[in-house]
């Protein structure tokens, strides 16, 4: 922590520290559009909200029913929730006899005939994302990719990074900098992952009609609706909800720098994976590869940047570097309208800081082995505050080692809401050590509790919250400039959408088979 350390006091030196310490971060909500039974919409995306090819802030995700709500780039919690909310607002008003469901794991689902996957036109593109996603259909199944969370993207400004590289004493290119940064702070976040799984985790417990088929014996009947893992976090995260056995098993992405990343990256998306020949077969996916493409890289932290249309992002990465990170791994929380909270933000930022600053070792067998072995402890047995994690010859408590890291990231907080003039970042970190001390009162603890208490199953929580959310969203102020603003990028996108498809000039095939030699490059 001496390096940690130097760098805070010599940045208070800084006449333009808030500029420095100011960070970059955008938002992606997934939810499902359910019936206000809890049954997921078999209705066809609203117009009103647009074209899901080319909407800025509504898309799809996986299903016809699963909108995916998306920010612009903020630098601060507050502006990138207000935004968040106006989104929420503008849907909720534009939806029929539907809510948007609260939780991560799905409400009750129809068979899997019935549940329809995105529509996305009849554009090259919006055929290769429709193509894309029947691959997903046929690799995980339809159920599986029902699943919701929160993506958070962030990164730090230009201002940060050439201070960081000054006060290291870098001789490399900023880009170079700037990318060997990013792979320092992704494998110090795999490393402490576990931390925000126990913390943000909030799907302890799913329908019983989702894990009939799976037979997992970490999981015990809570109801005769619901099933649950009594100590259980984040059963999104585990092997019964949004991950994959093959990826697990033929899949190693190298994190151990950018070269090495986007190598073992783009193999994946070059090699042949026999199993799922039988699906090209049936022309239901885009290829037979391990990955289809770099979206279907399930992990907890992904390295992006933005491309133009057309570019290639492996390419891209490659020539151009790390731009952002993205967080895959946070549970919608059921707790907040908007499926995350200030508080939470806040850690994260701090967080993200932390696993930037501190010493980051090279990925090795034994690293993977104890960073996969407390991520999946923990999303089965977190809030026993008995469980013993790996910490390379250390055997700590769970309880023992989260407090070890809080206390670390003490003086970041600190250092933060002197910059701000403020007390949030240390209230936050207050709030998750409240967290550590008592395990009820995580968003898995409170919502187990919560249904105990009430006598509610899984479907009802989710239903129960997700009226109180629709209730929220209608009561935000949206004024009419607003109203007007979101209902003028709606027209554009169905319009833009429109003209992509009459200026189409290329067949499918051709077009396909340019997306999938680009990766040769």
Known sequence: MKKLTDLTQGAYENAGLKNIFSFNRGIERETLRVTEDGRISEQPAPKALGNILTHPFITADFAEAQPELITSVHDSPATVLRELGKIHAFVARNLKNELLWSSSMPCELPPKSRIRTADFGQTNLGRLKGLYRSGLAERYGKEMQTICAIHYNFSFNEFFWKWLKQKEKSNESIKQFKSRRYFDLMRNFRRYSWLITYLFGASPAACASFIKSKNHELLKFFDRKTMFSPHSTSLRSGDIGYQ???????????????AEYVSSLKAAIQNNFKG????????????????QSEAEFYTTIRAKRKID????????????????????????NPFTPLGISEDQIRFLDIFLLFCLLIDSPKDDVKRLEDNAFNYNAVIFNGRDKGLILRDGTREPTIETWANEILKQLQGLANFLDTIEKSKRNKASLENMSKLVSNPELTPSGKMLKEMTEKELSFLEFGLKKSKEHHNHYLGLDLEIEELEFFKKITEESHKTAKKLQEDEDEDFKSFLKNFLDSYKQ
Do not use: A, C, M, P
Request: charged share 20%; no cysteine; hydrophobic share 35%.
């Open 276 to 291: 799922y020949e039988k699906f090209s077969k049936k022309k239901s996916q885009i290829s037979s590869s391990l990955l």
């Open 244 to 258: 994959s056995g093959v990826q697990s098993e033929h899949v190693t992405v190298s994190y151990n720098g950018l």
């Open 309 to 332: 249309h057309g570019e290639n992002f492996v390419l891209s990465l490659s020539q151009n570097g790390v731009e952002y990170v993205e967080l895959r791994l946070l549970d919608l």
